[in-house]
């Protein structure tokens, strides 16, 4: 397979409720469509939406013969339809401005045809075209301009597409079996809409027929930006060795209070001090309490941080604290 490699910007990713760093931000993941295409054969997975006629058909099947589907299961499509093409999509349930789309798709070796994954908005259609086509190239939209990414996409192999889009930039970039194909600028998406759906798609005309292809393996992930923790002081002047009420509240980027209870905060503080509690727990508003008696030398500066207890990047300090003279 030859493949056109432009510079790549990279990004680390761990897999669950975790943190993405991008451009020195901190991004939480959250996992929003995760299909194994593992159901009955002959089936529609839950959840999504197909459209075909009586010869254009997209369905579970097996698929023994074709190794590394899993659970030896895949999803079909198959067009011997000149008025229809046969497509499945899956609405995220609300717009998603920075996400990522991954699928595993094999192109039939007797009936290849091309087999499309987009990405869709309910205010502007399509708004990410990629596909895989006849001549084994893939192809992306760099806005209306479809330019070849790679070739040699052979047919008989199951190949890995990511793509991966920011609707603040209203860019994307997309990788194959592993390696970015886009530019480190990315694509400019081919309509300004924020995504809400991903849909799947065989043929590139209508009229054009005997044409099958498999799916397996198809995510979809959510990126926000990570909450943090807005710390408070009852008195940011106390008298030396006097105690104050410290709180955290959980907040988003924007500073919304996210009302999570259950979440172990860990106290800690410069200058000395100490704390009736090292953790203490939010409660139904996201909101965790801690007394913090002071130094008992005037003058002496405290600034108390809040660290979440499962994420060690969400966190918050205080204000300066400055003990007075008694």
């Not at 104050?244 to 959980?250: E, G, M, P, R, W």
Request: negative net charge.
């Amino acid at each position: 397979m030859k493949t056109w490699k432009f510079p790549d910007f990279r990004v680390g990713v761990l897999v669950g409720f975790v943190l993405l760093l991008l451009v020195g931000l901190a991004y939480a993941q959250t996992l929003l469509v995760n299909e194994t295409f593992c159901e009955p054969v002959g089936g529609i997975p839950t959840d999504w939406t197909p459209t075909m006629n009586e010869q254009a058909t997209v369905a579970i099947r097996q698929v023994p013969d074709l190794s590394g589907a899993t659970c030896g299961r895949a999803l079909e499509l198959a067009d011997e339809s000149s008025n229809s093409f046969p497509m499945l999509e899956r609405s995220f349930g609300a717009p998603v401005k920075k996400g990522t789309f991954e699928f595993v798709v094999l192109n039939s070796t007797d009936k290849p045809g091309e087999i499309f994954g987009e990405i869709r908005s309910t205010d502007a259609g399509n708004v990410i075209e990629c596909r895989i086509d006849t001549a084994k190239a893939l192809r992306c939209r760099d806005g209306s301009t479809l330019k070849v990414l790679a070739t040699g996409v052979d047919n008989g192999v199951w190949h890995t597409v990511r793509i991966e889009w920011d609707a603040n930039t209203w860019t994307y970039k997309v990788m194959l079996n592993g390696d970015y194909v886009t530019p480190d600028t990315g694509f400019s998406f081919t309509a300004l809409g924020v995504p809400t759906s991903v849909r799947f798609k065989l043929g590139s005309t209508a009229a054009k027929v005997n044409q099958k292809a498999y799916i397996d393996q198809a995510k979809v992930f959510e990126y926000v930006a990570a909450p943090k923790y807005i710390v408070t002081v009852s008195d940011t002047e106390p008298v030396n060795g006097s105690a104050v009420t410290v709180q955290a509240q959980l907040a988003d980027e924007n500073g919304n209070p996210i009302r999570e209870a259950g979440r172990t905060v860990q106290w800690s503080a410069t200058g000395g001090g100490s704390f009736d509690a090292q953790t203490t727990v939010t409660d139904a508003t996201g909101l965790a309490t801690v007394t913090f008696t002071v130094s008992t030398v005037a003058g002496t500066e405290h600034v108390v941080t809040a660290t979440d207890g499962e994420n060690s990047n969400i966190k918050g300090d205080s204000p300066a604290i400055i003990t007075q003279p008694g």
